[in-house]
């Protein structure tokens, strides 16, 4: 099972809507076949495990290991469930139940109806955290929530006056480039109008390969300005602003509106659900960020202390959670939080 969980990390950032998942097929000790799901629209990962095996004769004696829960439905590929009873494989060993109302337990039954011998549950936690996005998504109705921000060794996000609009760099270029990078792995990134009024930044993957997320601004009253760089381009955006501020659609560039009457950060939350996005880095401003931690709404933290200092400034957000752990980028310090 932790091959399988390996396996299925290969397909962080590229297999959304659907879960990372991995498999493996193992004959007299020996392992025989493997895989994992690349991207949604292609096989799964227990069809490219059965595919992989050279002597499909060892498959009536072998055993499959899946991280998660085999599929029992027609979505844009055929049941694997179907697919490992027609291979005449007797045992299957599943990681996790999939949450997914079309699956959940479907496909277990259906293995066990069809005489497989079924085991479920082993290094579960390891597999649900695996799919932690697609858990949270399915489960909680919301994207899995992730706060972003640098701050300096005296606490500060930002100096207390800028005349530029550009960045004031916190962090070191390898703590940048990291960033890049999980931006390629999660479906969204959002911020707040003020990040967009000061930097004036573009929101896209610069040092690192991948595809985009979606990105999301906060514009309650329709005050960014009409050349900022997130209103332009080829990338999905989303601006979030009420009634009175909502502006046509266009090709890639979507207005959604809020109630200032109403939660603002839960209806957020229901937009990005509504949106399919599963994941989001929220990377700023400080209040946007406040914001979601107020209202507990977040699922980890991460936070680069750069080494520098400002005399004075804006204060970096306030968070309490479990610290995961701690490590240098060159003379930055990263820090990783859970809520717990």
Known sequence: M???IELAQHGL?????????????????????EGWHYRAGEPHAEVHAIRSVKDETKLKDATLYVSLEPCSH??????????????GIKKVVIGTVDPFAKVSGSGIQKLMNAGCDVVVGILEAECNELNKRFFTFHQKKR?????????????????????????????????????????????????????VIKDNPKLNIRDWSGNPPTRVIIDRYGRIP???????????????????????????????????KKNQVI?????????????VIIEGGRFTLQSFIDENLW?????????VDF??????????????????????????????
């Open 299 to 307: 699922d980890e933290a991460r936070i680069f202390e750069g080494n």
């Open 74 to 87: 027609f979505g844009k590929t055929p049941p694997c469930s179907d697919l490992i009873i027609q291979k």
């Open 267 to 279: 209806q957020i939350c229901d937009i990005l659900y509504r949106h399919q996005i599963q994941s």
């Open 143 to 195: 994207p899995y929530i992730i706060l972003k921000w640098a701050q300096t060794k005296n606490g500060y996000i930002a100096p207390d006056t800028s005349t530029q609009r550009a960045p004031v760099w916190i962090s070191n270029q390898y703590s940048r480039q990291l960033v890049h990078k999980w931006r390629a792995e999660e479906q969204g990134i959002l911020v707040g109008n003020q990040t």
């Open 2 to 4: 932790k091959r399988c």
């Open 13 to 33: 950032g590229t297999t959304y809507p659907n879960p990372m998942v991995g498999s493996v097929i193992v004959h007299e000790k020996h392992i025989i076949g």
């Open 226 to 260: 009409v050349n900022s760089e997130v209103l332009h381009g080829k990338t999905n955006t989303i601006v979030i602003t009420t009634e009175d501020y909502k502006k046509e659609n266009k090709d890639t560039l979507v207005y959604e509106t809020l109630s200032l």
């Open 311 to 340: 005399k004075n400034g804006i204060e970096a957000p306030k968070l309490r959670g479990r610290l995961l752990y701690e490590k240098k980028i060159i003379d930055d310090t990263l820090k990783l939080l859970y809520n717990d």
